[in-house]
């Protein structure tokens, strides 16, 4: 096959121009997790014509990955999630440029956010997830993200927004990255649990009794292919927003996507969040057991 760039883009001229594509084609991104919905962004990404990219994922592709991660298939289980994105990426356009990073990529990431604007956060890991959004800020770098939530949501944390540890109320302020403990990330996965509750319709569209094991860390997360992907999409809007320069809307808050309504649901406004939010807490409380 003769690969040819124009002919691979050609099909987004008329949603972007061809200035435009040219600017994606310039563009270097940087995602951190190609797992879920991380995963799910590159590859949108890629196949809108981003030309660059920087990926990192320490984690190898499991039998449990199968359900709802794109680069996931059966006779991958066991490979390096972080390899077979990059590989497939190649395969979706030869020309790209895809730089992959080990596990020592958060010792690389103050030169990794300098030279990557805009950045894709697809981890679950909160420690590591403080130390790149306090690194964004200082290179000037934007990150995506997306809540813990069972409805599809989007994040957009611009380098002069606070970060998720400063507005949910992280115990993680005055901490080194590598000194967060398992209670600090229990109490920061309560927070975030809680802005959900409090903020979207999540609690009405999954098992509750299901969700309190998971918050209490008696269960790993649900996760959902449709919730997923759905997520990596609006991620990957948000980058081609910020590449492009144009104004999406989207703020540190976020927002959450109702597909069962369907309706976007943005955050309530301060005061009848603070009315609500002792009647949240009492409702984590039942469902973790106090945890």
């Given at each position: 096959m003769n690969f040819d760039y124009y002919s691979f883009t050609g099909r987004n001229i008329g949603f972007i121009d061809e200035r435009e594509q040219q600017l994606l084609r310039q563009a270097r991104v940087f995602v951190c997790g190609v797992g879920g919905m991380g995963g799910a962004a590159f590859m949108a990404l890629a196949r809108a014509g981003?030309?660059?990219?920087?990926?990192?994922?320490?984690?190898?592709?499991?039998?449990?990955?199968?359900?709802?991660?794109?680069?996931?298939?059966?006779?991958?289980?066991?490979?390096?999630?972080?390899?077979?994105?990059?590989?497939?990426?190649?395969r979706i356009n030869p020309t790209i440029e895809v730089e992959v990073l080990a596990a020592n990529w958060t010792s690389e990431l103050p030169g990794i956010a300098a030279r990557c604007p805009v950045i894709v956060n697809g981890m679950d890991d909160i420690a590591a997830g403080v130390h790149l959004y306090r690194t964004a800020k200082r290179a000037d770098a934007t990150v995506i993200d997306?809540?813990?939530?069972?409805?599809?949501?989007?994040?957009?944390?611009?380098?002069?927004?606070?970060?998720?540890?400063?507005?949910?109320?992280?115990?993680?302020?005055?901490?080194?990255?590598?000194?967060?403990?398992?209670?600090?990330?229990?109490?920061?996965?309560?927070?975030?649990?809680?802005?959900?509750?409090?903020?979207?319709?999540?609690?009405?569209?999954v098992d509750l009794a299901i969700a309190g094991e998971v918050a209490a860390g008696r269960r790993s997360r649900m996760s959902f292919a449709p919730m997923v992907i759905s997520t990596g999409m609006l991620m990957a809007y948000e980058a081609i927003a910020l590449i492009l320069g144009r104004t999406s809307g989207t703020d540190c808050r976020g927002w959450f996507l109702n597909p069962h309504r369907?309706?976007?649901?943005?955050?309530?406004?301060?005061?009848?969040?603070?009315?609500?939010?002792?009647?949240?807490?009492?409702?984590?409380?039942?469902?973790?057991?106090g945890k």
């Open positions: 981003v030309g660059k990219f920087v990926i990192a994922d320490i984690d190898r592709f499991e039998v449990s990955n199968l359900n709802r991660q794109v680069f996931a298939f059966a006779d991958e289980v066991g490979r390096e999630k972080a390899e077979v994105a990059a590989e497939a990426a190649k997306a809540y813990m939530s069972p409805l599809p949501s989007v994040i957009v944390v611009r380098p002069d927004d606070p970060r998720p540890e400063e507005r949910l109320g992280f115990p993680t302020m005055a901490k080194d990255w590598t000194e967060i403990t398992d209670d600090d990330r229990r109490a920061a996965m309560r927070a975030e649990i809680e802005h959900v509750m409090l903020h979207s319709s999540s609690r009405n569209y369907p309706a976007i649901e943005k955050p309530r406004n301060a005061l009848v969040a603070a009315l609500l939010r002792p009647l949240v807490r009492r409702a984590i409380d039942q469902l973790t057991g």
